[in-house]
């Protein structure tokens, strides 16, 4: 599936300890990672949680993927439909996200060389 392409396309350079990226829950340490993170944001559909990941691994900080009981609420989530077109299309646009992402920063055109502050600790 999905995971699969991502870890094709972004590992070795992405930290592989991290095994579901489409995960809609994630916290940062200090406050000032997520901002830094979000504020250097290209893609924002689906697939941005990867490039979130593809950062911050780049960035050196240091990621953990923990169990956290979650409940899922009317529209958080794609929905599959009778057709199961909607999946297909989504799943299509993600991958090609990715591959569009992976390019933009192998060939230089957005840049990934930044070092978050560990000093700060907001």
Known sequence: GFQTCVRIIC??????S???TQCGFKLYRPRSAAIS?????HLDRWS??????????????LMEQ???RWKDMPG???????SGLDVVRVSA???LEVLYMR???AFGFWDDHFHLDPSRSD
Do not use: C, W
Not at 37 to 41: A, E, H, S, T
């Open 11 to 16: 590992f070795p350079i992405m930290d592989s």
């Open 18 to 20: 991290i095994e579901d």
């Open 37 to 41: 993170l979000y504020d250097r944001l």
């Open 48 to 61: 941005h949680d990867v490039e979130l990941l593809y950062l911050a691994s780049k960035s050196g900080m």
């Open 103 to 105: 390019a933009m920063y």
């Open 66 to 68: 923990v169990d956290v």
């Open 93 to 95: 646009q993600m991958l």
């Open 76 to 82: 958080s989530k794609l929905v599959n439909t009778s």
